[in-house]
């Protein structure tokens, strides 16, 4: 038996010696350990690159979309078309949408329309008497209305787009495999025309 022998001859320090000098296999055992890690850092890395130039694209594209947009002229589904191109390539398969919400002036940007807010809540209700700045009827919580709006008014314009990453990290939670990326831009449109006047009807809740 080898164990006996080589207690008998002292040879087991020898043999201990030879042992831990032996590196026959620590090269595939050291890349087993850290191929993982590396494949998932690179894969992280190149994520993060695709997001930030995608970002970087997508703002660029709106802000472009959202001057051309406050022109008389302007065709706005061929400019949201226009920033879908852009992006198109880098957000392969990507659901893209968009909004226009118009303003009269940019103190109006996300301000509820005026009410008399009686019961001090925060919100019209309880026949609570207001006034129907945009002309639609009911309060409205943001006074902005949808589309490009006329001459002078303020349009926020943003761009969405939900994608899933072409580098997507392995093993990680579920909301990694898609992500959602929005562009704002804000702009005035040209006075090209005497700008509409607020309405101001009353109303109650």
Avoid at 2 to 27: E, K, N
Avoid at 115 to 141: I, K, L, R
Avoid at 179 to 199: D, H
């Amino acid at each position: 038996m080898i164990l006996p022998h080589l207690l008998s001859t002292g040879r087991l320090a020898r043999f201990g010696g030879r042992l831990r000098r032996d590196r026959q296999g620590v090269t595939a055992i050291e890349f087993t350990l850290i191929a993982p890690v590396f494949l998932m850092l690179v894969m992280g890395v190149f994520d993060l690159g695709q997001m930030g130039y995608g970002l970087a694209v997508l703002n660029g594209a709106v802000q472009k979309a959202a001057r051309d947009s406050s022109l008389e002229t302007a065709n706005t589904a061929a400019l949201d078309n226009a920033v879908k191109g852009q992006i198109n390539s880098i957000f392969p398969g990507g659901i893209f949408s968009s909004t226009r919400t118009s303003y009269n002036d940019f103190v109006d940007i996300g301000r509820p329309e005026r009410w008399n807010d009686a019961n001090s809540d925060g919100t019209c209700n309880n026949g609570e008497s207001y006034v129907d700045e945009n002309s639609n009827g009911q309060w409205d919580a943001d006074i902005g209305s949808d589309g490009n709006g006329g001459a002078s008014d303020v349009v926020v314009y943003r761009f969405t787009v939900k994608y899933k990453p072409v580098f997507a990290v392995p093993f990680m939670p579920s909301q990694w495999s898609q992500r959602t990326l929005t562009a704002t831009a804000i702009r005035k449109n040209q006075p090209f025309a005497s700008q509409g006047a607020m309405g101001s009807a009353a109303g109650a809740c």
